[in-house]
């Protein structure tokens, strides 16, 4: 292969630790579970961001739920129906990083006390539908910037919570996009 060309020979270097390393390494400190020798994050940290992230998922959740009773008027039902589709996705985020919580050997804070200061994004309620949106907006784009600094937090040092954080951040981004297109049927 090295003398085709455009191909580089590949150095030396083996792919793996060696079987018998790797066994020995597995059995140490098996209480820590998902959490091995090779986790390079700073896990204390990476679990108060993710119970941060998780507050603001609440938080999100308890909005979107008020927003879909409580929403009236002549768009009231279609956009009733897109609260009610954000809040259930909000809770499957909360779901997602409460487990991961659990597997960093952390512990999920779903305490009420505090939630909202926890919460990166706020709840407002909203008088009107339009205002409604327009909070529900604004805690989107918070939502997103924060997911952004969470995903440049923990970088390669630990990518599975990088991968769950950028799924989470995809589904924020088209709910934002959601909103806008409601504001705009709305004609603001």
């Known amino acids: 292969m090295a003398d085709q060309p455009g191909v580089k020979?590949?150095?030396?270097?083996?792919f793996l630790t060696d079987i018998k390393t790797l066994r020995e390494r597995a059995r140490q400190h098996i209480e820590k579970g998902a959490v091995t020798e090779g986790y390079r994050a700073d896990r204390d940290t990476v679990v108060k961001?993710?119970?941060?992230?998780?507050?603001?998922?609440?938080?999100?959740?308890?909005?979107?739920?008020?927003?879909?009773?409580?929403?009236?008027?002549?768009?009231?039902?279609?956009?009733?129906?897109?609260?009610?589709q954000h809040a259930n996705e909000e809770q499957g985020h909360a779901d997602q990083i409460a487990q991961r919580i659990v597997q960093l050997g952390g512990e999920p804070n779903f305490n009420p006390d505090g939630l909202t200061t926890r919460s990166h994004a706020e709840y407002v309620e909203g008088e009107t539908l339009l205002d409604m949106i327009k909070e529900d907006l604004v805690a989107e784009r918070i939502a997103i910037d924060s997911y952004r600094e969470m995903i440049n937090y923990v970088a390669n040092d630990d990518p599975t919570t990088r991968r769950m954080l950028e799924g989470i951040l995809a589904m924020e981004e088209e709910h934002a996009d959601d909103l806008v297109s409601l504001l705009e049927t709305m004609g603001n």
């Open 9 to 14: 020979p590949v150095p030396d270097k083996p």
């Open 49 to 84: 961001i993710l119970n941060e992230a998780l507050a603001t998922e609440i938080v999100c959740v308890l909005r979107y739920k008020r927003h879909y009773f409580m929403a009236t008027g002549i768009n009231a039902e279609s956009v009733a129906a897109e609260f009610l």
